[in-house]
């Protein structure tokens, strides 16, 4: 059996007790980074063999992990924080676990986007979630830019390293469209600004830049359906 639980974003007191008690009985446990699952199992009292799955090494550690899981093991996935398969390698071990006939199990908990999104203020019954943007400013504007005329709300991520530039970028493209961004959720530090895109850029100053953000933007005004008389769409 494969376990996929989540874990904490910020608060460890945010697990589940579900969560905990598949932690408790597993026989091992596959993570990103061995040190950060170590901060929440000594908070528990857990001891657990670990097993590091990260992106660099996914496809390396893959064999190994699959044979745990052939012989019998029960093993537990989880990732630094909040939902495993959101924006880290996860998917690659549970779809190879379930074309193998090997059992996943969901074990649900926090998640960072889920989290973001219901302090928004913003309709989430209809979302487009683009997890990290990438690096280079060029390639983030033409992907910002063809978002400008999407309806649905959009959710990303973005670095400590290049909010500024983003910010920055959301605002000349998205103007007056009202947005919500979200820092260190759940931490002593938790932040959570709305406002207009254009004044995202002064939300934030270098001293406070730390953490990961989860930005959202509302979508664009629903446009009339070409070639339907309003009157007669009633």
């Not at 630094?80 to 074309?99: F, H, K, Q, W």
Request: net charge positive; aromatic share 8%.
């Amino acid at each position: 059996m494969l376990y996929v639980v989540g874990t904490p974003i910020g608060h460890l007191a945010d697990i589940t007790l579900r969560g905990l008690e598949v932690l408790k009985n597993v026989d091992g446990i596959i993570c990103e980074d061995t040190r950060e699952t170590m901060k929440l199992l000594r908070h528990y009292g857990l001891v657990k063999p670990l097993y590091s799955f990260f992106r660099e090494k996914e496809k390396r550690k893959l064999p190994f992990l699959m044979n745990l899981l052939k012989e019998g093991k029960n093993l537990a996935l989880v990732c630094d924080r909040g939902t495993p398969g959101i924006s880290d390698p996860a998917y690659l071990l549970v779809r190879e676990a379930l074309n193998t006939g090997i059992q996943v199990s969901p074990v649900p908990g926090p998640s960072s986007l889920t989290a973001a999104l219901s302090v928004s203020g913003l309709p989430a019954d209809k979302i487009s979630f683009f997890g990290f943007l990438p690096r280079k400013a060029s390639r983030k504007k033409k992907i910002l830019e063809s978002w400008k005329d999407r309806e649905e709300t959009l959710v990303f991520f973005e670095s400590v390293h290049r909010i500024g530039e983003t910010l920055q970028l959301v605002g000349e493209i998205f103007g007056t469209r009202e947005i919500t961004i979200c820092r260190e959720l759940t931490k002593k530090f938790e932040e959570i600004r709305t406002g207009q895109a254009s004044e995202g850029t002064g939300w934030f100053p270098q001293n406070r830049q730390k953490g990961e953000f989860v930005i959202i933007i509302r979508g664009a005004e629903k446009k009339d359906r070409p070639g339907k008389d309003k009157k007669g769409d009633i």
